[in-house]
């Protein structure tokens, strides 16, 4: 990847970066995953040595959709799973694409990954988000601090991660940064604390931060 990129100036290259954020674990990468990337850098390459900068953009914008759904893949696949009286709901619709982005030398803005679950019920819901470059992690780092100070908030230690429990009264939210930039989010609605509470595992906080770093 160096060599396709290293005559391409930083600005472009830069957009490459998201590739970094495919799954770690060979069992969650696409099969002949490399063979659909390798030709669109290829493509970007020759077209910015042809000063034809368009089909450079059009190229490079192919190729971070390309690794923008391979890491909403991964995501999706590494989402904790609560026990299995839980019945995992359709998932919600989705805007075109797997992934929002904006123009292609901006930041990449990746759509929250969800996955919602009926209790055993039918009524209660759990749902599990994880949220990449989310807006709102400074706000959960200030309540995590802040979290003595009120009666309804409690932060729990697993592992290295400071975990947000916010109690309502129709709802509770549980909530954790992944990675600095991240959020990773249960809602209990109708459900036991305990049971939202039993998906912020060491293993699965961990397995997304590898695939998010």
């Known amino acids: ?83 299995p009286d839980y019945l995992l709901d359709e998932p919600p619709a989705a805007p075109s694409g797997a992934a929002s982005l904006t123009p292609l030398l901006g930041t990449a803005t990746l759509m929250p990954v969800e996955s919602r679950y009926r209790g055993p019920d039918g009524h209660s819901v759990l749902r599990v988000v994880f949220a990449p470059r989310s807006s709102q992690v400074r706000a959960t780092r200030i309540a995590i601090v802040a979290a003595d100070e ?40 109708g459900t036991p604390e305990e049971d939202a509470l039993a998906l912020f595992t060491p293993e699965s906080l961990q397995r997304l931060s590898q695939i998010a770093h």
């Open 150 to 189: 009120r009666e309804d908030t409690e932060v729990v230690e697993v592992d290295t991660f400071a975990v947000l429990v916010q109690r309502g009264r129709t709802m509770t939210r549980i909530a954790t940064v992944i990675g600095d930039e991240h959020l990773l989010e249960v809602q209990a609605i």
């Open 1 to 83: 990847m160096h060599g396709l990129t290293s005559h391409l100036p930083a600005a472009l290259a830069a957009v490459l970066a998201l590739s970094t954020f495919a799954p770690q674990d060979p069992q969650a990468r696409a099969p002949n995953s490399d063979r659909v990337l390798t030709p669109l850098l290829q493509q970007s390459q020759a077209a910015w040595n042809g000063q034809r900068y368009l089909a450079t953009v059009d190229a490079l914008a192919a190729a971070r959709d390309l690794a923008a759904e391979r890491f909403v893949a991964a995501v999706r696949a590494a989402l904790p799973t609560p026990q």
